[in-house]
């Protein structure tokens, strides 16, 4: 398979992993593929982890700044956090090793709308680019890149970085050739035009990567498979929760709001996204799209029963299983997949334009509508915003998803106040929990209140809130958003004095 | 000025205000044209008001459901608060008897993004909308309608209203006409386009608004101007805010993240906003834009003295001295003024596009760099987010102004936790009080705190939140957003128990 290097100045540039990784200075900023586990870079990384575990044996420092498209795996992020190797982490991780570090004040963390990276990127916003390091399935004669199982912000960290070094990984198939759609009619202001993008099956860019091949200090080949999702089957709560959001679908439908077409479906990742596909599948429902960042095993399964028509993301996250499909499949899927960049995938103009149907996970909600995606206790954060506020913010319906209790009932979704607020009132339509789904649109922060407890909240916390919320309408120095502020946050206070919001 | 209703049929359904007003009945959602006290109904709401008063002297029921483009004025949103005689308003109000009357807790109030309100009006998120009032300057022969110094929502109101009154104001000058770009570009899902706007002062639209003649139940003619909004000459806090920020705005030119042109200025309303124009004037740039919502009195001099090339608004809101010079040069602001509907003048996809440069007011901000604009000790209502989250989501640069203490010293704006987010850590990225300002861009929410604290602050509460930051670094549950959940919105109790957030 050595033909995956046809041209002929990147191919003298092949060499091993460590060699490549020398490349790379203490003090850099470098960029890496990968997304949600897919496309990611996977030996320079641990032959740079090795060279910063020998400086720093020989006292020397070593760190670097990181940023990816959104999460990798442990031989990325988990190998350049256990040797302490990274100064900045940015716009995602999901990597214990790495989160344990940032919430012990090791690692600086910024946590950032998927979509505003690249454009940030190119204003300048996080200074030079000293090195990228993309995984490639390959390099055409050319000089092209044929893209992996995921896009993310390869473009941007392509043209953007001082020098680059291609991971070529022979286990990306070759059949991914025409999946991708690289959109190149970015520009900064003043000379932005419209994005040319309708359907979620246009295309508007490009098939490959674009690279000058003078900025290629090095090759490296890699035969290695990205890191297998798991994929777990709906358990009876995700599975309440998708019948209740199914009915509110059906609802919207009966009313005209919505046809039986739909719109756009974005979903989040993980058990109550799976659930909630599948019960669109069993609804009946045909013909569908989806316009979402990752597909999982479960929208190829709809991809086949053409429950989905066509799917539009940035990166594939599959399982072991669900990759041998795909990979089985390729010809079917290149004809209803495209996989794009981050910043078209995410983009706000596009999701508006297409009205999506944006569902998402969420830590927890207060009474007003006001979400937590990311942080526990309001100072620990779990992985990050992600994609979630550019599709809340644009979507036709915002809906959050999540069981109404966690830690074995011993800390409530639905809490008087969220102890840190990604999502504001102004972007929360739908709140859904196993216990009942809460439509806010149209409701004043009372009205929601009375609401997202009746229908949301777990019954075992459910007459505390409404306790908090009658003496706060009687209590509070403004009745619009009525709060007792002494009171506020003391649930969280007690869950972590006491490992539970219950009052002993 | 007979002539300003040249449609027969409409001219026929000319009567007074208090017959017009007989249409609104008990429970109806209404819709009224007016946006920062400019454009509104004069006389069908007090008509509408004395009718109320009346029910309720009998013992009926008598309210309605208020929509608006944003704030109006006395003899709207007053007239009606007075009388009780609203159930629910939205998306924006800044009257000082709507407030009061939400913060007690009895009109239900919708604070709502102003580039959500026209979809989700067409989306009927917010049911069915009964009569439209919307104010007009003139009918033409065929029916269309020339709009006055605003559009805001009208088409939308004009297009899904059951009926329509029209107050045709001769106050209006008909020399306006021309100055509007009504765009009918606009679908639902998923049959959106592009919108075909790459400069601030391209016409995508129509002159005129449209509305079905038979849906036109009562036309009603005044002669009355619009709220004078008052202008302010900057006082000395705000032109130190200014010069802090024209000091970042050089510093980023010289960097080349902006060229001497910079990009198109989105300014709030206001002092400091005043302070900052005046400032960009006496900097000697040349030839700007402004892509913003509102134009005030200090846009037409730097117009005027071709500081500012072209501007495009949703409406304009000016003293009356301004109001004399836009009358007497309205020839010349015709050609370097345009009035767009405000779901074209906030949109996401135009104001990332063009790449603003949001400059907006705010309550306060946590040392995170979350930012409240709206709630007083997180419960009480000022007045709304208005378009602050359409502009910082999506803007080139994101900028939060405000001086650093309120209530003559005892409410500080620098607070250790916002007690209410309307744009979280992932949209702020620059904060500016007269103490300096902070750049939050790259920067983790550690490195924000300590911007923000030593650059932003009032030295009078410097030490305090340096102190709340240290031990919460060493106490936190997470490090990555440190807090002491105890104590991170004691400030404000304070300030809700004793006036102040100071400690006695």
Redesign the interface.
């Known amino acids: 398979m050595d033909d995956r290097i046809q041209h002929a100045g990147m191919r003298q540039r092949l060499m091993p992993a460590d060699q490549a990784a020398a490349v790379i200075r203490h003090g850099d900023t470098v960029c890496m593929s990968g997304f949600t586990g897919a496309g990611y870079p996977k030996c320079v990384p641990q032959a740079l982890a090795a060279r910063i575990q020998q400086a720093h044996a020989r006292g020397d420092p070593f760190r670097v700044r990181l940023l990816t498209g959104a999460s990798t795996a442990p031989e990325l992020d988990g190998a350049l956090a256990k040797v302490e190797g990274m100064e ?1 982490r940015l716009p995602y991780q999901s990597d214990p090793t790495v989160r344990d570090r ?4 090791q690692i ?6 998927l979509s ?1 990276v690249a454009q ?1 990127t190119w ?5 030079d680019i000293d090195v990228a390091v993309v995984e490639i399935a390959a390099i055409l004669p050319d000089g092209r890149l044929l893209p992996t199982s995921s896009i993310g912000n390869n473009r941007t960290w392509l043209e953007r970085a001082g020098k680059v070094i291609l991971e070529v990984n022979r286990w990306q198939p070759l059949a991914l050739d025409g999946m991708h759609d690289v959109y190149y009619g970015t520009a ?3 000379d ?5 993008l ?2 979620v099956e246009d295309r508007i860019g490009e098939r490959y990567l674009l690279v000058d091949p003078d900025k290629v200090v090095a090759v490296v080949e890699t035969d290695a498979h990205d890191r297998n999702s798991p994929f777990s089957p709906p358990d009876d709560c995700s599975q309440r929760i998708a019948g209740h959001l199914l009915e509110f679908i059906e609802h919207e439908v009966a ?3 919505l046809t039986p ?1 739909l ?2 479906l974005q979903s989040g990742v993980g058990n109550i996204a799976n659930a909630v596909l599948a019960g669109i599948a069993a609804s009946g429902y045909q013909n569908l799209e989806a316009w979402t960042e990752v597909i999982q095993d479960n929208m190829l399964r709809l991809l086949r029963d053409g429950v989905l028509r066509f799917a539009s993301a940035t990166a594939l996250s599959l399982s072991g299983t669900g990759t041998a499909e795909f990979f089985e499949h390729i010809d079917f899927y290149r004809r209803c997949i495209v996989l794009r960049p981050q910043e078209i995938s995410n983009h ?2 596009l999701i ?4 999506c149907i944006a569902m998402n996970g969420m830590l927890e909600t207060d009474i007003y509508g ?1 979400v937590n995606s990311t ?7 779990m992985n990050g ?1 992600g994609g979630s ?1 550019d599709f809340a ?2 979507a ?1 319906l915002s809906i959050f998803m999540a069981p109404s209790t966690a830690k074995q009932g011993g800390v409530s979704t639905i809490v008087p ?1 969220a ?9 929360t ?1 739908i709140v859904v929990t196993e216990q009942g789904l809460a439509d806010l ?7 929601r209140a009375r609401d997202i407890i009746a229908k949301c909240a777990h019954p075992s916390y459910r007459s505390m809130l409404e306790d908090y919320f009658d003496r ?2 009687r209590n ?8 007792l ?2 009171e ?3 649930w ?2 007690r869950f ?1 004095e006491t490992g539970s919001m219950r009052i002993a």
Chains 1, 2 share one sequence.
């Open positions: 900045l940032i919430n012990a004040g600086d963390y910024l946590d950032i709308h505003h940030h204003f300048g916003f996080f200074g900064l202001p003043p932005r035009k419209p994005i040319p309708v359907r009313r005209r709001r077409r719109l756009p706000p103009e508006r334009r297409l009205g006001n942080h526990v206790a309001g100072s620990r954060i915003i506020g913010r644009n036709f106040m102890s840190h607020v990604d999502h504001t009132e102004h972007d339509m649109r149209g409701l004043s922060p009372r009205q706060a309408c509070s120095f403004g009745k619009h958003t009525p709060h502020l002494r506020a946050l003391s969280h206070a972590v």
